[in-house]
């Protein structure tokens, strides 16, 4: 199974300011079809999670321009480039190019410091 | 609007069984594959495997292989998973989740809002 790994697991951030997570993958996630399918997701608290971004860099309708994705093979980056009090929760990373099973990061916890 | 809805909150005895429902609405429910996700307390997402909802193809994940059933009815839009035996660590909330179409494939652009299963004596 692909293990992804995320840091930071937990960023204090100051509202206004940017942030950024790892997530890191155990294998290359560029499928033999040529696309990469690394996704992040937000769960705020107490809600289902949320699609944000899907095949690395791809922002889903309706999400915030500060969020943006970037990243290739093993490598991977969220970034908010200005964090609001609405983005307080935890971002999980996923992959899936090798599958069974699609795996999930451990999630970093994002709060307002 | 498109949704997903998910049934009741369930409480189990261990070695019981619990079956989730998912109804879809807003779009053509055998037109996307329709994946499982559980949420331990605290925890973070596991993947336990999918269902076609045109043809009930499915595809589990080894972890819960022989245990998980998951089965859909198209005439009330509606897909189910059905976990058998349960443990005291099946504790969990379980989404729902739609697959992408062709261009967001093999990721999840709509989530249920979650049962939530406690399995306890």
């Known amino acids: 199974d692909v293990v992804m790994t995320q840091s930071p697991l937990s960023l204090p951030v100051t509202l206004g300011q940017p942030a950024s997570i790892s997530c890191r993958s155990s294998?290359?996630?560029?499928?033999?079809?040529?696309?990469?399918?690394l996704n992040w997701f937000q769960q705020r608290p107490g809600q289902s999670p949320r699609r944000l971004i899907y095949?690395?860099?791809n922002r889903d309708s309706g999400v915030p321009d500060r969020f943006s994705g970037s990243g290739s093979g093993t490598d991977f980056t969220l970034k908010i480039s200005r964090v609001e009090a609405e983005d307080v929760g935890v971002y999980y990373c996923?992959?899936?190019?090798?599958?069974?099973?699609?795996?999930f990061g451990p999630g970093t916890k994002v709060d307002i410091k | 609007q498109v949704q997903l809805v998910q049934s009741g909150a369930e409480v189990k005895k261990p070695g019981a069984s619990v079956k989730v429902s998912c109804k879809a609405s807003?779009?053509?429910?055998?037109?996307?594959?329709m994946h499982w996700v559980r949420q331990a307390p605290g925890q973070g997402l596991e993947w336990m495997g999918w269902?076609?909802?045109?043809?009930?193809?499915?595809n589990y994940a080894q972890k819960f292989q022989g245990r998980v059933t998951m089965t859909r009815d198209t005439s009330i839009s509606t897909a189910y998973m059905e976990l058998s035996r349960l443990r005291s660590d099946d504790t969990a909330v379980y989404y729902c989740?739609?697959?992408?179409?062709?261009?967001?494939?093999?990721?999840?652009?709509?989530w249920g809002r979650g049962t939530l299963v406690t399995v306890s004596s």
């Open positions: 989740a739609r697959e992408g179409d062709s261009s967001s494939q093999l990721s999840f652009d709509l």
């Open positions: 807003g779009y053509t429910f055998t037109g996307y594959y």
């Open positions: 269902i076609n909802p045109n043809s009930g193809g499915t």
């Open positions: 294998q290359s996630l560029v499928h033999s079809d040529g696309n990469t399918y």
């Open positions: 095949k690395v860099s």
């Open positions: 996923m992959q899936g190019t090798h599958w069974p099973p699609f795996t």
